[in-house]
Structures are given as C-alpha cells and as structure tokens.
C-alpha cells in the first residue's frame, strides 16, 4: 500500500517483514510501535537499563518521577533493537548525537549507514520511525484521553486556515481532528529538526476525507509542499500517530509493527 488512508488503524497498515536484516527500500517508512504499559516491566527493566550509556543513564535519573523514567527505558530500548534490525551492529553499540535543535541521529558506528530516524513518545506508546538515510522524517504521537482545552490552543497556535477547518467540524469530531492537525504539526516540525524555531502558524495542513494530506507554507518559511509527503492514522484505539517524510519522488510506503524489546532474550 502506498498511501495509507487517512485514521486508518495502523494495524492495517502493511506489517514491516520478520527478517533477520530488514531491507529499507527508498520511499519506505516504517513505524515501530512499543505499548510499555501493556505489561509490567519486570526483568526487561534490567535489560533495558543494560543498553544504556551512562549519559543515558543519568538523564534518566534526574527525571522525578518512574513512569518517566519508564517512557524514557522503553524509548532507548526501542531505537537501539529497532535499528539492529536493519544493521549488524548490536543494541549498545549505537551511537547518537544532536543536532542544534536537539534532533537526535545515529553518529556510529562509523562504519554502519546513518538511517533516517525519529522518535515519539506519549503515556503509554513509543514509536521509532526509520527510513532510508538522506531524507528528513519526523514522527509524532498523542494520546487521545489526554485532556487539555484544545479548541483554545487550535486558535491561539493553528494557521487561520486549520483554524477554520477544525471549527467547521461537527463538535464531535473537533477533538480527533484537533490532534489530526497537531500530530501533523510536530511531525513536520520533527522531520525539519528545528523544534518551535518553526513558528506554526506559518504552514498549514489541509485534511479532508480523500486520501492525502497537503501542506502549504508561508514564503518565509522557504519550503516546498512538493517534497513532502504525509499521513496520519489511529492506534489501539487512544493514539493518533503522524508521520511526515521528505522521501522524493518515492511514493511514501508505510510499513508496521507492534514490539516488545528484547521480550525473547529476556524470557528465554
Ligand atoms: C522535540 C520537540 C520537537 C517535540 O517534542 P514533544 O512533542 O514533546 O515530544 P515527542 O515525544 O514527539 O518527541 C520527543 C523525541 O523527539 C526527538 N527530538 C528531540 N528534539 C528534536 C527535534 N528538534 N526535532 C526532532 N526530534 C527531536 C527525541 O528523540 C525526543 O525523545 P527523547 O528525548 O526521549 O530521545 C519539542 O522540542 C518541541 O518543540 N515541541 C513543540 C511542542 C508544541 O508546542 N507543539 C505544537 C504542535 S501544533
């Protein structure tokens, strides 16, 4: 499938094949998803903690509280068994480093090809999308249930447009659609790397009931809606994931799969 419907489940989304070194043909996106609440951590905790560098291991003490200490274990396993898919390089031996704005991306090792990679994390879902090296991807995701007034934040941080647009929604639909628009945003935020450097009102999305998405940017952001491509979709069923990719001229090609990191090593 090359164009996935917009809020599709993802599970309808064609899987990410079960090979031992997973090929990533040009255009192909995929998205790996880790529920970590779906279970209790248990042993993984120790594993996960093993793949850390003491870096890592120090940012993730000085968060206060453990569920963000969880979302941040289950975020580093993640990116490092993910990507040991696609190389012969194991989970530890991973290197990351930040751009100016804080986009993290694969530095080593040295010899291994630097994937196109981003993450996203919310209560209780972690995603890591990875696509072929060379072209700028971002992912977002939100949980649904999370409650915030957010026809306000639409009108105070939307483009006029997706202002109109998500007013002209019936009531029932403004909440769905306003995390349509706002994943949408940070994915295209995400994949550019320059975080709120990007003022949001200066490129807008549009979302209909067909099959694609368009964005439209101010001239001052000097983009062009031509190289990108975009889609969002629904997940289990609180999530809404987006996902925006500058993967020219290949059609975007969306694959998933849901993971548990290192669940086989650890309950072998
Ligand atoms: C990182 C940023 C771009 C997104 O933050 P967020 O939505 O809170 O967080 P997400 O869970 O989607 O993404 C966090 C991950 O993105 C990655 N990331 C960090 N900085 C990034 C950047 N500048 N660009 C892309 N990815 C970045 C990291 O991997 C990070 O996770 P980690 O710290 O555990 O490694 C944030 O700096 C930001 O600017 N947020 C804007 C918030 C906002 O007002 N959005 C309005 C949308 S309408």
Redesign the pocket.
Known sequence: MDVIPQGAAIDSVEPIPNDDRIDLHPGVVDLWCFFYEERDEGALKTAYESLMTSAERR?CDRFRFEKDRR??RA??AL?RTVLTRYQNVAPADWQ?D???????YISGPAAAPKLSV?????KGL?VCAVSAPGGEL?????NLTRTSDTIA??DR??SASEVRALHAQPEHKQQERFFT???L??SY?????????IP?GQFSFLVDDGDRIGIAFDPRLEDDPSRWQFAWMRADPHFVIAVGADVSPHPMRLRFRKVIPLADEVMK
Do not use: S
């Open positions: 940012r979302m941040f975020t580093r990116v990351f930040e751009g100016e704005y804080g986009k993290p981003n993450l996203t994390n919310t972690v971002g992912v977002d995701a939100e934040i639409a941080f939307f628009y706002w994943t945003k940070e935020i995400k994949a550019r790397g320059m975080g709120l450097a949001l």
